[in-house]
């Protein structure tokens, strides 16, 4: 599918004479002078979006040909689901081609929506050049890394520096900035350091995600408006609260923020209540992991943290009451039935079959925010020890090897489940890589973990997956992520 601007206003006959329509009511000149009956005018609001995978596919790159090859025999999922190469046809053509991997993978439809699925809305209620651009980065960002082609790599390059030109232009404009086109820009923007896999990844991703809440400020109530504007006040504020469990920078303390989310709270409807309390246990945690970090320094823990530990455990059980108190539109079942795709192979005999996509991305958020929540018991209770100490780190070892489990378990869902194509797993990579660094968690699972990265990488092209893969292979893990996580050794391949 292809974004391809605004329809014409005229008459269908009008156009398919390509005459200039006088859109005259009820009926134009044209139609009348030919006797014909006059078809009516379409909206020129209106979005056009075209399949236009085989209109492009013209001629195939030798290169591209020979990468398709090899990427059939090394997985059985890439190679089922690469059916379409990508072709150097003239720029304007691969673009096209771009915005149609994005449409495909990650858009989705109202059925099965993707983790950009705001976008058509957008595209069709303001398509700025800022939004464009960026769409196109990604596509032809992720084109270029499952068919490697650095060719494409360059055009991306080229495209995101146009859509963060376009993107401060559009911020210069009291009117522009507070636009869903903008919003959706820069969120869509952090996408793109997230696939291409920078060395200044995590950084550039911080800082689009940072500058999109300044924006939910400036945009105040009137964007729980149109449903873009909701989902993209939920989402950005979410991402921004799980990474900052991380970073643990003061952004989320915002008044505006905090008044934007109680009004949210009173207009929403079931679903957007279960998630308002989510993101007020993940604001606490926040608040938590900064204290946290401040009682740490290179020579452990300072002062008396058994309050600290007490917090983190009241916290803990804060996130079990919020999963028991799902509704049932929440809830997965497990089953063994064996998989229809060769490849991912699942970690156990049972895996999760989820309601739809979103579903499954909260239950993994839920289940990375214990897993950090009790490496950093363990991290507390082996540098100051307390009476319950050892049965504190006992048991917290216990809950995060449930908890990895149940992330392994929600794999075969996110390649298998059909809504959004490969999208869906692009949102796998950072809870598969927390789950891999967990005390006690046998070689075997790493092992898996990494294996399902490089899945992720060969499928989707996105480089935060082969990265990650790569830490856990080296030994490199996020101990620097956690205050007091033990360091791993370090192994050069």
């Not at 391809?4 to 005459?19: A, D």
């Not at 008396?304 to 999963?323: G, Q, Y």
């Not at 205050?483 to 050069?492: L, T």
Request: proline letters at 6%; one cysteine or more; hydrophobic letters at 40%.
């Amino acid at each position: 599918m292809v974004y391809r601007g605004k329809p014409s206003p005229g008459c269908g006959l009008c156009r398919k004479r390509r005459l200039k329509c006088d859109q005259i009511r009820p009926a134009c000149t044209q139609c009348l002078r030919i006797k014909k009956e006059c078809p009516g005018y379409q909206d020129p609001q209106a979005l056009r979006v075209y399949d236009q995978t085989t209109a492009v596919t013209i001629k195939a790159l030798a290169r591209a040909a020979s990468t398709r090859t090899a990427a059939r025999s090394s997985t059985a999922y890439t190679a089922e689901n690469s059916k379409t190469p990508p072709l150097i046809a003239g720029p304007t053509r691969i673009q096209e081609q771009a915005l149609s991997h994005i449409f495909r993978y990650y858009v989705g439809t109202s059925q099965n929506p993707g983790i950009l699925c705001y976008l058509p809305n957008l595209l069709r209620t303001d398509p700025s050049d800022a939004l464009q651009a960026t769409i196109k980065a990604i596509g032809l960002a992720c084109m270029s890394r499952v068919y490697q082609l650095p060719e494409l790599a360059r055009s991306a390059a080229e495209e995101y520096s146009k859509a963060l030109r376009a993107t401060n232009v559009s911020l210069q404009d009291a009117v522009s900035a507070t636009s869903d086109s903008t919003l959706g820009a820069v969120v869509t923007l952090s996408m793109y350091e997230i696939i291409s896999g920078q060395p200044q990844m995590m950084g550039a991703w911080l800082n689009h995600a940072q500058g999109a809440l300044k924006l939910l400020e400036l945009r105040g109530m009137k964007q729980f408006e149109s449903a873009a504007g909701w989902r993209l006040f939920t989402s950005t504020r979410l991402q921004i609260a799980m990474i900052n469990i991380f970073f643990r920078t003061n952004c989320h303390r915002s008044p505006a923020i905090a008044a934007l989310s109680n009004y949210a709270r009173t207009i929403g409807d079931a679903d957007s209540q279960t998630i308002e309390d989510l993101y007020s246990i993940l604001i606490a945690f926040n608040d938590l992991s900064i204290t946290i970090k401040e009682t740490f320094n290179d020579t452990g823990f300072h002062g008396n943290i058994s309050p600290l530990i007490k917090e983190a455990l009241a916290l803990d059980t804060d996130l079990v009451s919020w999963a028991s108190s799902l509704g049932p539109t929440w809830q997965y079942t497990t089953t063994n039935t064996p998989l229809p795709i060769s490849n991912p192979r699942s970690h156990d005999p049972e895996y999760h079959i989820y309601p739809n996509i979103d579903t499954a991305v909260y239950w993994n958020h839920y289940r990375q925010v214990r897993i950090i929540l009790h490496e950093m018991i363990q991290a507390m209770c082996h540098h100051q020890a307390i009476p319950d100490s050892p049965q504190l780190i006992h048991e917290s070892v216990s809950i995060n090897k449930q908890l990895v489990k149940d992330i392994c378990a929600s794999v075969p869902y996110f390649f298998t489940s059909g809504e959004a194509g490969l999208g869906a797993v692009a949102r796998l990579p950072w809870p598969l890589y927390l789950a891999s660094d967990c005390a006690g968690i046998s070689p075997h699972t790493k092992t898996w973990i990494a294996q399902i990265l490089d899945l992720i990488t060969t499928s989707t092209g996105v480089q935060q997956a082969r990265i990650l893969s790569r830490l856990i292979k080296t030994g490199a893990h996020g101990y620097n992520l956690i205050p007091g996580k033990p360091k791993r050794v370090v192994v050069d391949v």
